[in-house]
């Protein structure tokens, strides 16, 4: 199943390690030097225009989207449920 991200561009749910919130993440220290490392090597595809609302980690690539987490995390729960 693909995962779409907002704007035409969609992931492999299959390679999603993680989807986060990005308000509610940058605030551990860890997070944002994590991100910021990422941002720094060119690991960080933005998808949302330079107003993410989420992140989507893959195991090489940490996407920007400007759709919500919880509606992400539904769309992939939704999917599994349905395919059962």
């Known amino acids: 199943m693909f995962l779409h991200l907002g704007k035409g561009h969609m992931i492999l749910s299959s390679r999603i390690v993680m989807i986060g ?4 993440s940058l ?4 997070t944002q030097n994590f991100i910021n490392m990422c ?5 960080i595809v933005d998808y949302s225009s330079g ?3 989420s992140f989507i980690l893959t195991e090489e690539t940490i996407y920007y989207s400007l759709i919500s987490s919880r509606t992400l995390e539904k769309r992939v729960n939704n999917f599994i449920g349905n395919s059962q």
């Open 27 to 30: 605030h551990s220290k860890v």
């Open 21 to 24: 919130d990005i308000d509610s």
């Open 51 to 53: 107003e993410p609302r």
């Open 39 to 43: 941002d720094e090597e060119g690991f």
